[in-house]
């Protein structure tokens, strides 16, 4: 299976600062990715997929870059709304594995 | 407006067998390219992906699971069932069942989740 690790698993962050989550993979899956947000008790949410496309209704403040083994989240300017987990999982090949996560937490 | 949900029992004793439903609205499981996929969470830790079925019947299994895992579907009535057997404490998570997207199937859409808790 592929092997998705996160860096970092977690850290703080202030309200406005720009916030970049990596993901790297264990094999090349070109760009077939996927980044969702988990908030505390509640489903995960699709933020973006192939890597770079914003999923419908998420902010523009969210992007998504890379391809091949190495990729990345960037939150442009974080909002209270943005402290949360965040998971890449790759589609490439089954299983669809996902990252161990990494968490936002307020400064 | 694609919806899920999951149920089923919150409680189930070691080596017993779980049965879960998802129940959607909002797609067809029978048109092309369509999906409904089974992750899972234990308390505190990360994603874990179980399996899918597709429009045509197919499925895909996590090799780790493979041995105690179907899904199945009934167009029919919008549901997808989730049967493990054997479980035991590690077992213990939330239940997701997703919408995927056509042909690509990452999730876009997550039901609210079930937790299932395995304990004697």
């Known amino acids: 299976a592929i092997r998705l690790t996160q860096s970092p698993s977690s850290f703080s962050a202030s309200t406005g600062d720009r916030v970049t989550i990596t993901c790297r993979a264990s094999?090349?899956?070109?760009?077939?990715l996927a980044w969702y947000q988990q908030e505390p008790g509640k489903a995960p949410k699709l933020l973006i997929y192939?890597?770079?496309t914003l999923q419908s209704g998420v902010p523009s403040r969210f992007s998504g870059s890379g391809s091949g083994t190495d990729f990345t989240l960037t939150i442009s300017r974080l909002q209270s709304e943005d402290f949360a987990t965040y998971y890449c999982?790759?589609?490439?090949?089954?299983?669809?594995?996902f990252g161990q996560g990494t968490k936002v937490e307020m400064k | 407006q694609i919806t899920l949900k999951e149920s089923g029992p919150t409680l189930v004793k070691p080596t017993q067998p779980l049965t879960l439903t998802c129940t959607f609205s909002?797609?067809?499981?029978?048109?092309?390219?369509?999906?409904v996929g089974w992750i899972r969470q234990p308390p505190g830790k990360a994603l874990e992906w179980l399996g899918l079925?597709?429009?045509?019947?197919?499925?895909r299994y996590s090799p780790s699971l493979s041995n105690r895992l179907t899904i199945t579907k009934d167009t029919s009535k919008n549901q997808v069932v989730l049967t493990m057997t054997d479980l035991g404490p590690v077992d213990t998570a939330t239940y997701y069942c997703?919408?995927?997207?056509?042909?690509?199937?990452?999730?876009?859409?997550w039901g609210q989740g079930t937790l299932v808790t395995v304990s004697s």
């Open positions: 997703a919408h995927t997207f056509p042909h690509f199937y990452f999730f876009d859409s």
């Open positions: 909002g797609f067809s499981l029978s048109a092309k390219g369509v999906g």
């Open positions: 079925i597709f429009w045509d019947d197919d499925t």
């Open positions: 094999l090349d899956i070109s760009t077939y």
């Open positions: 192939t890597a770079s």
């Open positions: 999982q790759q589609f490439y090949t089954y299983p669809h594995t």
